[in-house]
DNA sequence: AGCACGCCGACT
DNA sequence: GTCGGCGTGCTC
């Protein structure tokens, strides 16, 4: 052992900065102990004790004296600094990866270093209890050098014979029961014993017996041969060439799941014989089960990684990416952080998936993720959808990406809208139920072929329409759907937060019947039971589908011929259906148009298209149903027309004339807490110092007076002033969440880094001033969903 | 975020 | 007394 800690010529640096997981914004000073002096790095993981516990934080500075806002009581020292396991060095690439989410999203830096580092397996904690050992119940020898205070709890715990569990043990003591503890513990009179730790929330262990994916069905068995577009070989070529070239490219690639596919094999295995890696990222278990399973069909070895396999399969999972063998991984979000190098290709497969943003802390996006990867890596990105995300469909506009859609006009079914106007409103189940789709039933039975009824996504929140024409009441501000509060008769949107009472007439037709929404399809697979009882009925959606177990068993059902009607959610689209359906029904498409959300156009859109995708080839008899009051809206226009050009158009002309993203940045700001009234205030509190904020920004408050809103009417036009716009605040949608009342306000900015920075600023503020009332502070920066 | 600490109420 | 719950304040 050489230990001359000799005076080096050159001093090396003796502090430290460091974050830490958790919901702290700031970074923490130590003093790095002389022998670790001149070892410690930037993006070095280092063990430190915060309060009571050693945490693994990230050094992300060096400084040679103090910082000016160190605390003069003194610093702490750095415990150790991961000697153990290299692992914990993090390359300069996972350091900055990590700080560009914690930016991006207005998250905590140390919090999104897990996101980067390998998956641990939490140990929870147990329910300790110390009772006396043998030894402690003999009347011990010599008392010498024992405190007063182990003097006392050796007494308390004569008294319990059984123990005494940890909490109760510290609760009345004084600081210094835990040193004295450790004490007793020392001189072997006291032992701890470990109870039944928390129950460990296993996730579906068996279900992942078969790692390898080959076992999994691959696909459907009705696109089970595509025919490779003919442009698509031309594109491979591109793509061959951008590897070679090691460089960044962004593609959108538009088609049906075949073509997608053929796309990714080829694509991947051009990219393998660059001698460069692949990631694919999707938003689901089942399809990056089933994405591995096309990998080894075409007979490549994937490694998945996503959060359902146990942690321990996980953590392999994570050191096989980052190991020399490993030449593709596919997962989902997570896997978008994947240790690998040498990365050529970065596939998103189904981009506009909602379930690639993480709703908890670093609220990230998969997509925005890959896409910073392809860009700092020099890989070459696809975001490949049925249905691409108006946000890609920008990025196409704004020359940032190139789009290629391939598709296949004869592959789509026979589409048919009904008018549910025609139908009047007092038949309550009939109308959902028309003579036409009973008829499309009945002839799909008889064929012996399955008939799909699916089913939009009901709204959270209660919303009106007019039973007559279809319109539901919008906010005149927002254009999104009013919420319907039945008890104080009123109508309120919960963006702005404006609330007025129910309107009497239907904004459009003057109709006097205004009722809420989604009456009629609660009772829908009652209804087509008692209309065809000898029908074999079964339902996807998110009750009978807990786990991706649970949708093989119902594919497998359908594979067997058991089922002839199958009534589901959104979640029928997870399935591998092993054949396409003779007919699909939407008997409701408005349903998911009235979520108060101003992507529910979109939404409803790709569930149309989705829902055509689960049909035959009109050349084979495939038919699709949409029943709609409204058969002008331009999702079922561009629907029934084939044409989807006309549907992005005029939905990026209603988010422009809103200003609604891909158009601004939009920023969610959540306050919650215990005590409504605080929670109101707080809210009340944010936007005045937001707005504050804004026009101190612009030197002098706009207009003076009024001073606290623009005037509402502006929101709509695309104004030329480049300040961030702020709505609400608002009760949110979902007004009480574990006992914790939620208010929303909203963020409008050209560019996120301005939203973001007035948000961070104003909410350090807030933080100060307010200090009790337990009040939370989140920001979701992008969120994806409104309701 | 996690933890300690204090206060309250239930149970025994 | 014991034990769980919850609000509050703090962490270099």
Redesign the pocket.
């Known amino acids: 052992m050489r230990d001359q800690p000799v005076q080096a010529a050159a001093p090396l640096p003796g502090y430290v900065d460091v974050v830490l ?4 914004h ?6 790095v102990p002389a022998e670790l002096r001149g070892r410690i790095v930037i993006g070095q993981s280092v063990l ?6 050693d945490l693994q934080g990230l050094v992300i500075a060096l400084h040679h004296r103090p910082p000016s ?3 003069e ?5 750095l415990r150790s600094c991961g000697e153990t396991s290299r692992d914990h060095v993090l390359t300069p690439a996972q350091v900055e990866l990590s700080r560009w989410v914690a930016e991006r999203y207005a998250a905590p830096w140390g ?1 999104c270093i897990k996101l980067v580092l390998p998956p641990v397996d ?1 140990p929870r ?1 147990p ?1 300790t209890r110390y009772l006396l050992t043998a030894q402690g119940l003999a009347e011990p020898s010599s008392r010498d050098g024992m405190g007063e205070a182990e003097l006392r709890l050796l007494a ?1 715990l004569r ?2 014979p ?1 123990g ?2 940890e ?9 210094g ?2 040193p004295a503890l450790r004490a007793l513990i020392k001189r072997g009179l006291v032992e701890q014993r470990d109870e039944a730790a928390a129950p460990k929330r296993t996730r579906r262990g068996k279900a992942h017996a078969l790692t390898t994916a080959s076992a999994l069905p691959i696909g459907e068995a009705g696109e089970a041969s595509p025919p490779p577009p003919a442009e698509a070989q031309s594109w491979l070529m591109m793509i061959d060439k951008q590897v070679a070239a090691d460089g960044y490219a962004a593609l959108l690639l538009e088609g049906e799941r075949a073509t997608r596919h053929w796309c990714l094999v080829q694509a991947a295995q051009a990219t393998l014989r660059r001698g460069r890696r692949v990631l694919v990222i999707t938003g689901d278990v089942e399809n990056a089960d089933r994405l591995a399973g096309l990998f080894a069909a075409a007979g490549e070895q994937a490694t998945l990684l996503h959060s359902s396999l146990p942690v321990k399969e996980r953590e392999a999972a994570w050191y096989e990416a980052r190991g020399a063998s490993s030449t593709i991984v596919i997962g989902t979000r997570m896997a978008a952080f994947a240790p690998i190098d040498r990365l050529g290709l970065v596939w998103v497969e189904g981009e506009d998936d909602t379930s690639l943003k993480e709703e908890q ?1 670093p609220r990230y996006h998969a997509r925005e993720v890959a896409h910073e990867r392809a860009r700092r890596e020099n890989a070459v990105l696809v975001l490949a959808s049925n249905h691409p995300s108006l946000e890609s469909w920008a990025a196409v506009q704004q020359g940032l990406m190139m789009a290629c859609v391939y598709r296949n006009p004869t592959q789509g079914p026979k589409i048919q809208v009904i008018d549910l106007k025609a139908y009047g409103r007092d038949s309550s189940a009939g109308t959902v139920l028309t003579p036409d789709l009973c008829e499309g039933i009945r002839d799909a039975l008889q064929r012996r072929s399955l008939a799909i009824l699916f089913l939009n996504r009901k709204g959270f929140a209660s919303v009106l329409h007019c039973a007559d024409c279809g319109v539901n009441p919008q906010c005149d501000v927002c254009s999104v759907a009013l919420t319907f509060f039945r008890r104080s008769n009123q109508v309120r949107c919960h963006y702005c937060g404006r609330s007025k009472p129910v309107p009497e007439q239907c904004p459009r037709c003057q109709s006097l019947k205004l009722e809420p929404v989604g009456a009629g399809t609660e009772r829908i697979e009652e209804a087509v039971r008692r209309m065809f009882p000898m029908a074999r009925v079964g339902r996807v959606d998110g009750e009978t589908i807990r786990r991706p177990g649970d949708a093989r068993a119902v594919s497998r059902l359908m594979d067997a011929g058991e089922l002839d009607i199958v009534i589901g959610t959104q979640m029928l689209f997870r399935l591998a259906l092993p054949a396409r359906a003779a007919f699909v029904a939407v008997p409701d498409a408005d349903a998911g148009l009235h979520v108060p959300d101003f992507r529910s156009a979109e939404r409803m859109y790709h569930g149309l298209v989705d829902a055509a995708a689960l049909a035959l080839p009109a050349a084979a008899g495939g038919r699709l149903l949409v029943q709609t009051r409204l058969p002008d809206h331009h999702a079922i226009l561009a629907l029934a027309s084939g044409n989807e050009e006309m549907f992005v158009a005029q939905e990026q002309a209603f988010r422009q004339l809103l200003q609604y993203p891909p158009w601004t940045s939009l920023i969610r700001l959540d306050v919650s807490g ?1 005590a409504e009234p605080a929670v109101a205030r707080a809210a009340h509190r944010w936007v005045a110092l937001l707005r504050g904020q804004v026009f101190s920004a612009q030197g002098a408050p706009l207009s003076g007076g009024h001073g606290v809103s623009r005037p509402g009417g502006s929101a709509g036009v695309a104004g030329e002033s480049r300040q961030p716009f702020i709505l609400g605040p608002s009760p949110a949608p979902h007004a009480m969440v574990r ?1 914790r009342y939620c208010w929303q306000i909203l963020v409008k900015s050209d560019a996120s880094e301005v939203g973001t920075a007035a948000v961070l600023r104003t909410r350090e503020e807030l933080e100060r001033e307010s ?4 009040l ?1 502070f989140d920001i979701d920066v992008d969120p994806v969903s409104m309701a």
């Open positions: 997981p958790r919901r702290l700031r970074s923490f000073t130590y003093v430190v004790p915060f309060g009571t516990q806002g160190a605390p009581a003194g610093l702490k020292s919090q939490q904690r329910h308390r008294r319990r059984n005494i569990m909490s109760t043990l510290l609760r009345g003591e004084k600081s029961a835990m802390v215990t006992n200090r009790r009332g337990g939370r």
